[in-house]
C-alpha cells in the first residue's frame, strides 16, 4: 500500500475539485487532486462558462489565455415559445469585463485550469486515480484509499474536500443526510453532424425540448423529457424518436439516419439533491456532492465554482496554518447555502413549465407565466442575467 501526506486531498476533477485545489495551491496550501478517469473529455456536462467565472479569470489575471481557447458567445438567453421568440436573460448590463456566457467544451476548461495548478509547486493531479474509501479515525476523515494504476493507495489529509460529483462515493461513506426534491426531467444526449447554414435554435420547445450546442462539425443535442419517460420513448421505437427529433427541428430531418441505434443516445437522470450539513470532521462536500443540480437554466457549473472560491477564501489561511476545524467549515456552508437554495428553487420551480409534463404535452402551444412576465416587462431579462450569469451570490478571489 502506498501512502501519501497532504494538507488537502480534493477528491474529483471536475469544476469544483480542479478550482479549489489550484486555488488552495496557489495560496501556499499543499493540495493533492484525485480523479478517477485518465482525462476530462467527456461529454454531457455542461459547456457553459458563466460571467462570474471570467471574472475571476480577470481577476486571477488568466483572462488573455482563457480567451485563446476556442469558445463561441451568448449574450442573452432567448428561448422560441408558441413561435415567439422571447429574452429570458440578458448579460449586456452586466459590469464584469466577459458580459455573456461562453460555449467552450467543458474538457478544455478542465485542462486550462489542471495546466494553471501545475505551475503551483503545492498543486498535484493524480489521473485515472478513483477513491473508494473514506479513511476514518475516532470518528475523524482523516483521508482517502484510493485505487491507481500503480495499485492501491492511502492519502491522509488535514482535509478531504469531495468534489465528486452527484454519484459521490464520499458523499455516501460520509453518514451526511440527504434532502432530496423532485425534478421533473430527464435528458437524453446525442450528436448530429452540423453544417454552417443550419438553421436551428439554442433552445426549441414543442413536445420535448430541444437544445443545441455547437461543437464546429457537429451538434451536442440535448433532448429534455419528462423524467421517467425514457423507457416509453424507448418502446415506441428509433422511427418515432427520429420523428420526434425532425418534428423540432426541421432543418436536421435529413440527418436522423446518423442515430442508427439507441447505442448513439445517452439517458441522464436529473437529480436534484442537498446535504443538510455539508461537513464533518475532516471533510467537506463542495458543489454537486454537496447539491446535485439539473441542467435547467445550465447553473451547476457556476455553483460548484463559486463553491470551490468560497472554499479556498474561508480555508486557504487555515489550511496553511494547519488550524483547520468544524466551525471554518461550517461558515463555507453559512456563505454557500443560501444560494443554492435558491438556484435549486429556481431550477425546480420557476423553470418547472418551460419543459413538457407528459411525453404529448406539447410546450410550443402554451406560453408559461414567467414567460409571459418577461414580455410584459423587458427589464426582468437583466435581472435574470444577474441571477444567472453570476449567481445569488457571485464569489471573488481574496487571497
Ligand atoms: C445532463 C446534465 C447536463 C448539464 N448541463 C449543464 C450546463 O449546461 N451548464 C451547467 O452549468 N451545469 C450543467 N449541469 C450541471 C453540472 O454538470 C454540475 O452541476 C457540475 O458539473 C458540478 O460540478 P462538480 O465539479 O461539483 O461535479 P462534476 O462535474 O460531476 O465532477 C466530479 C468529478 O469527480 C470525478 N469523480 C467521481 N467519483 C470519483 C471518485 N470516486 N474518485 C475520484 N474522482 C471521482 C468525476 O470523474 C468528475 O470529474 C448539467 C447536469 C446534467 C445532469
Redesign the pocket.
Known amino acids: 500500500m502506498r501512502q501519501e501526506t497532504v494538507q488537502c486531498c480534493v477528491?474529483?476533477?471536475?469544476?469544483?475539485?480542479?478550482?479549489v485545489g489550484v486555488l488552495l495551491a496557489r495560496q501556499g496550501v499543499e493540495v493533492l487532486v484525485?480523479?478517477?478517469?485518465a482525462d476530462?473529455l467527456?461529454d454531457?456536462?455542461?459547456?457553459?462558462i458563466?460571467p462570474s467565472t471570467q471574472e475571476l479569470m480577470y481577476e486571477l489575471g488568466w483572462i488573455d489565455e482563457f480567451q485563446q481557447i476556442p469558445h463561441s458567445k451568448m449574450e442573452d438567453v432567448t428561448v422560441e415559445i408558441d413561435g415567439k421568440a422571447i429574452t429570458f436573460a440578458d448579460f449586456r448590463k452586466l459590469k464584469v469585463h466577459c458580459p455573456y456566457i461562453a460555449f467552450m467544451p467543458?474538457w478544455d476548461f478542465?485542462d486550462f485550469l489542471a495546466t494553471k495548478g501545475k505551475t503551483f509547486p503545492s498543486f498535484r493531479l493524480l489521473q485515472t486515480?478513483?477513491?473508494?474509501d473514506l479513511l476514518i479515525e475516532g470518528g475523524r476523515v482523516v483521508g482517502v484509499r484510493?485505487n491507481s494504476l500503480d495499485g492501491p493507495l492511502d492519502v491522509r489529509a488535514d482535509l478531504v474536500v469531495a468534489?465528486?460529483?452527484?454519484?459521490?462515493?464520499?458523499r455516501a461513506q460520509s453518514g451526511l443526510e440527504t434532502i432530496i426534491e423532485a425534478p421533473n426531467i430527464d435528458?437524453l444526449?446525442f450528436r448530429v453532424s452540423r453544417r454552417d447554414d443550419d438553421k436551428v435554435k439554442f433552445f426549441q420547445s414543442g413536445k420535448g425540448v430541444l437544445?443545441f450546442?455547437n461543437r464546429g462539425d457537429y451538434w451536442q443535442v440535448?433532448y429534455v423529457i419528462p423524467a421517467r419517460a425514457f423507457a416509453k420513448v424507448r418502446a415506441a421505437g428509433l422511427a418515432e424518436f427520429h420523428a420526434r427529433i425532425a418534428a423540432l427541428a426541421p432543418a436536421l430531418s435529413d440527418r436522423m439516419s446518423e442515430i442508427e441505434t439507441w447505442d448513439k443516445v445517452q439517458k441522464?437522470?436529473?437529480?436534484v439533491d442537498r446535504l443538510t450539513t455539508w461537513h464533518r470532521p475532516g471533510l467537506l462536500c463542495?458543489?454537486?456532492?454537496?447539491h446535485?443540480?439539473?441542467?435547467a437554466?445550465?447553473?451547476?457549473?457556476?455553483?460548484?465554482?463559486q463553491?470551490?472560491v468560497a472554499t479556498a477564501n474561508i480555508l486557504g489561511p487555515t489550511l496553511r496554518s494547519r488550524t483547520v476545524c468544524d466551525s471554518d467549515m461550517s461558515r463555507v456552508q453559512a456563505r454557500r447555502e443560501l444560494p443554492t437554495r435558491i438556484t435549486q428553487k429556481f431550477q425546480v420551480v420557476v423553470l418547472r413549465d418551460l419543459y413538457p409534463k407528459d411525453l404529448n404535452d406539447d410546450t410550443d402551444h402554451y406560453t408559461p407565466p414567467i414567460f409571459t412576465a418577461f414580455q410584459i416587462l423587458p427589464p426582468l431579462r437583466h435581472v435574470m442575467g444577474r441571477f444567472i450569469g453570476l449567481g445569488a451570490r457571485p464569489e471573488h478571489i481574496n487571497n
Do not use: Y
Open positions: 477528491v474529483g476533477g471536475g469544476p469544483a475539485g480542479l478550482m484525485l480523479e478517477k478517469h476530462f467527456r454531457f456536462r455542461g459547456d457553459t458563466h467543458q478542465l486515480t478513483e477513491v473508494s484510493a468534489a465528486d460529483g452527484r454519484d459521490s462515493t464520499c435528458v444526449w437544445i450546442i440535448a441522464l437522470t436529473v437529480r463542495i458543489g454537486d456532492a454537496a446535485a443540480m439539473s441542467p437554466g445550465g447553473v451547476g457549473i457556476n455553483l460548484a465554482i463553491d470551490a
